[in-house]
Structures are given as structure tokens and as C-alpha cells.
């Protein structure tokens, strides 16, 4: 582990290859960030990640499901915080592939996750393993080429946003305790690589 100050404004702790975690001294917010550029392994994200479920691993500097589990596939890493700035990017929209947040555990989690037939993205939340489809963001998602989501949590509130614009809003109290975020993919596996993840505590 090496320990970096850059410009005297951010302590850097990387973890290896293409896995930084910096501390911001001026405003006290933590930023995980991983772009996934490391050799490829089918069974290992690499730290600080955590598979929940299914076996995820590396190819071609993207992140993809090995083996998939039943229904939901799962990897994440510690946010600290039910609040926070949460953002993925995928190489192309995949069915059901997308982004979690405040998950406690496998059977508990929200997410985000593309619908590219329908050009949207559906708002999803998973309470003792069932999935409750909450609202979609219409009409904001290419069915090809690259996508990014984002998710700002703050309180009860969950915006979210769809290449950088908001493009849905909710609220809710749910798993407002789940500290860990990351990698979602639901339903049918499908064939999703993500190709870049942050999460910055605080918003």
C-alpha cells in the first residue's frame, strides 16, 4: 500500500492498479475510484471490492459477471455513508445492468439499472429479495454506445441522473443504513461490462 500526497490538497491511498481511495483535506470528502485498468483475473475485482453475488472479475480493463448467481449479481465497495455522490459507467447499456447504492446485504440493496429496449433507465429497490420497480427516468438512454449513471443521495432524497442530467427523483427513509455501493446486475444475465466506478461520501 502506498500513500501519495498530491499538491499538498489530497492524501492518496492506492490499492493497486487502477483502485484509488483520496481524502480531499479542503472539503473533507472521500472518493473511491476505480477505471479498472489492471490485469485480467475471472474471479477477482481486486480490493477494496466485495462480491456479494456472483463471481465478478476483470477483462480487456472491464468489469463483467464470470459466473453468475441466481437472479442478482452483486459486488461493492465500503462507502461509509448512506449519503453520497455514486457514479458508473458501462462500455454499452446491458438488460437489467447498472449501479447500487445503500446495500446492506444481497436481499437489500437500490439500484439503478438500464432497460435499453425501452430507452430508459428503471429505479429499483430489493427488500428481503423481492425487487420493487419504483419509477423510470423516460427516455434517456441510447440503446448503443457508451452510458453513464449517477445517483446523489442525501437524506431521504435519491436523484438520479443519466449523462450528466437529472432525469428522476425520489424519496425514501429504505436502507438509509446500507453504507456500501457498487456494480448491480439484475434479472437475465446479460452481457455487461462497466468500464469505470466512483463514490464520493457527502453531497
Do not use: C
Request: aromatic share 8%; proline share 4%; glycine share 10%.
Amino acid at each position: 500500500m502506498a500513500f501519495l500526497v498530491v499538491a499538498a490538497l489530497a492524501l492518496v491511498v492506492a490499492f493497486g492498479a487502477g483502485v484509488v481511495i483520496w481524502q480531499t483535506n479542503s472539503d473533507s470528502k472521500e472518493t473511491i475510484h476505480d477505471d479498472f485498468v489492471r490485469p485480467d483475473s475471472p474471479s477477482a475485482l481486486g480490493r477494496p471490492w466485495k462480491q456479494l453475488s456472483g463471481t465478478w472479475g476483470i477483462a480487456d480493463d472491464e468489469a463483467y459477471v464470470s459466473q453468475p448467481a441466481p437472479d442478482i449479481q452483486l459486488a461493492v465497495v465500503v462507502v461509509g455513508s448512506g449519503d453520497a455522490d455514486v457514479v458508473a459507467s458501462m462500455a454499452a447499456p446491458a438488460v437489467g445492468a447498472g449501479i447500487a447504492f445503500r446495500v446492506v446485504d444481497k436481499r437489500n440493496f437500490w439500484a439503478v439499472v438500464a432497460a435499453p429496449a425501452y430507452g430508459t433507465w428503471n429505479v429499483v429497490r430489493v427488500v428481503r429479495g423481492l425487487s420493487t420497480f419504483v419509477e423510470n427516468t423516460g427516455l434517456t438512454l441510447a440503446p448503443t454506445g457508451p452510458a453513464s449513471i449517477r445517483v446523489r443521495l442525501a437524506g431521504d432524497g435519491i436523484a438520479v441522473f443519466a449523462d450528466g442530467r437529472q432525469v428522476a427523483f425520489t424519496k425514501s427513509s429504505l436502507l438509509r443504513g446500507g453504507k456500501t455501493a457498487g456494480l448491480a446486475l439484475i434479472g437475465d444475465v446479460a452481457d455487461a461490462r462497466w468500464t469505470g466506478f466512483s463514490a464520493t461520501v457527502g453531497t
